[in-house]
């Protein structure tokens, strides 16, 4: 049995794995698991990974989950290029300190701009208040502002010279607002830019593949979802807001 990785392609993280796999020239075996269904939630997926969370990992009898712990294992067992988590210290320090610290900065508010704006009123039918979409869209321009003083600079990118995994991880996750409608490279020439960098590095074509579903978004309709789970998403995002 070979390397197989379990994604749902409207996922950040299964994103990054799908495109960094790609990239590489990594044989695996794409096993599709559709989360609005509810696929992560059967038994078959179960053994996979108990967390019953995509991404995961099987290669052969041995399996993982969590996306970054996917994106090491994967550089150290097929030795992919150096520039993508750099064997010098303190460039590997940087790819570490970016991913240490966007689990609750991008990733959070960047998906719960997105989970607000698009699954909420996709869900209830009530479109977000304008006063909850601008306290959010606030929230992230915070955590933008962090990165682009933190951890860009003025570097083409996040260690240095050359892409590493910590541009990809940010990327993927700064297109789930922009899947929502919220441009936020339009008024950052250095974001943009940036953006424009990470993509060639990984290939263009690659990249709009990746994020092809996530692009047409808004033509979800609420029976794409399985009804267990309606209730269950709805219960979420209201606490959530």
């Known amino acids: 049995m070979g390397?197989?990785?379990?994604?749902?392609?409207?996922?950040?993280?299964?994103?990054?794995?799908?495109?960094?796999?790609?990239?590489?020239?990594?044989?695996?075996?794409?096993?599709?698991?559709?989360?609005?269904?509810?696929?992560?939630?059967?038994?078959?997926?179960?053994?996979?990974?108990?967390?019953?969370?995509?991404?995961?990992?099987?290669?052969?009898?041995?399996?993982?989950?969590?996306?970054?712990?996917?994106?090491?294992?994967l550089v150290q067992k097929f030795k992919t290029p150096d520039h993508w988590y750099p064997s010098d210290l303190q460039k590997r320090a940087r790819v570490d300190e970016y991913l240490s610290w966007q689990h609750v900065n991008i990733r959070a508010k960047g998906s719960k701009l997105f989970l607000s704006k698009v699954l909420l009123p996709l869900i209830t039918g009530q479109p977000l208040p304008p006063e909850k979409l601008e306290f959010l869209t606030e929230e992230l321009n915070v955590v933008l502002k962090q990165f682009e003083e933190k951890f860009l600079q003025d570097k083409p990118f996040i260690a240095g010279s050359e892409v590493s995994l910590a541009d990809l991880?940010?990327?993927?996750?700064?297109?789930?607002?922009?899947?929502?409608?919220?441009?936020?490279?339009?008024?950052?020439?250095?974001?943009?830019?940036?953006?424009?960098?990470?993509?060639?590095?990984?290939?263009?074509?690659?990249?709009?593949?990746?994020?092809?579903?996530?692009?047409?978004?808004?033509?979800?309709t609420a029976d794409h979802f399985a009804p267990e789970l309606i209730e269950n998403f709805k219960q979420q995002l209201l606490k959530q807001n």
Not at 9 to 20: G, H, K
Not at 61 to 67: D, R
Not at 184 to 211: D, I, M, N, T, Y
């Open 169 to 220: 991880v940010a990327l993927v996750e700064l297109m789930q607002p922009v899947c929502a409608g919220y441009n936020l490279f339009e008024e950052r020439p250095k974001l943009a830019e940036w953006r424009r960098r990470v993509e060639e590095a990984v290939g263009k074509k690659l990249f709009q593949e990746a994020h092809e579903e996530i692009m047409n978004v808004k033509n979800l």
């Open 3 to 73: 390397l197989e990785l379990y994604l749902d392609l409207l996922s950040q993280p299964c994103r990054a794995l799908y495109i960094f796999a790609r990239s590489n020239k990594i044989p695996f075996e794409f096993k599709r698991v559709q989360l609005a269904k509810g696929q992560h939630k059967t038994e078959e997926f179960r053994k996979v990974n108990v967390l019953m969370k995509v991404p995961a990992l099987r290669d052969g009898s041995f399996t993982l989950a969590e996306s970054i712990a996917i994106l090491l294992y």
